[in-house]
T-cell receptor, first 115, second 112 residues
Framework: GAVVSQHPSRVICKSGTSVKIECRSL??????MFWYRQFPKQSLMLMAT?????????EQGVEKDKFLINHASLTLSTLTVTSAHPEDSSFYIC???????????FGQGTRLTVV | ELKVEQNPLFLSMQEGKNYTIYCNYS?????LYWYRQDPGKSLESLFV?????AVKQEGRLMASLDTKARLSTLHITAAVHDLSATYFC????????????FGTGTRLTIIP
């Protein structure tokens, strides 16, 4: 199956700093990428949808200025958590769709800890 | 707004037993997905169900879709410990925006 690579898998950062998470589709062109957040023992919560070359569409309640999403190419989307605070600590997962498949392919996830 | 509910939320069962996880959704959709998640890991795709009446089986897991009832089931046959995980169903919206809406998840624990 198609591969989506997410990096880094774990990151610890200081409060007030910014963190960038990358999501790459390795063997297909992802027309749409999605960013999810998952709190412990809960389901995935969609944060935003991004299409290559256009602005991301954020879900209600997600701060655009805090979670910057860039989808610069058909194989790369990035999520930048700006001025991170401890409450931003979570598991972030990206997903990509495209390549003529109905499937959504998921990255490995990034465990963010803000101290 | 599309809502997806799973039940049960928690399931503890003995090895060798059979059980079914249910996934109900609120609006019309023709595509439903089942995923497995192990602790600390991302999602692993199990099944893609693309039409009414679709049934797919892989090992001890079998998934089915009834679009008229807006219901999918994930049936576990003769459970083994390796199946312990959290299982999510997810539904495609029919609005062409490719968003998946996830169910609440079912945490399955298989007891030896």
């Amino acid at each position: 199956g198609a591969v989506v690579s997410q990096h880094p898998s774990r990151v610890i950062c200081k409060s007030g700093t910014s963190v960038k998470i990358e999501c790459r589709s390795l063997d297909f062109q992802a027309t749409t990428m999605f960013w999810y957040r998952q709190f412990p023992k809960q389901s995935l919560m969609l944060m935003a949808t991004s299409n290559e070359g256009s602005k991301a569409t954020y879900e209600q309640g997600v701060e655009k200025d805090k979670f910057l999403i860039n989808h610069a190419s058909l194989t790369l989307s990035t999520l930048t958590v700006t001025s991170a605070h401890p409450e931003d600590s979570s598991f972030y997962i990206c997903s990509a769709r495209g390549g003529g498949s109905y499937q959504a392919f998921f990255g490995q996830g990034t465990r963010l800890t803000v101290v | 707004e599309l809502k997806v509910e799973q039940n049960p939320l928690f399931l503890s069962m003995q090895e060798g037993k059979n059980y079914t996880i249910y996934c109900n959704y609120s609006t019309t959709s023709d595509r439903l997905y089942w995923y497995r998640q192990d602790p600390g890991k991302s999602l692993e795709s199990l099944f893609v169900l693309l039409s009414n009446g679709a049934v797919k089986q892989e090992g001890r897991l079998m998934a089915s879709l009834d679009t008229k009832a807006r219901l999918s089931t994930l049936h576990i046959t003769a459970a083994v410990h390796d199946l312990s995980a959290t299982y999510f169903c997810a539904v495609d919206s029919n609005f062409g925006n490719e968003k998946l809406t996830f169910g609440t998840g079912t945490r399955l624990t298989i007891i030896p």
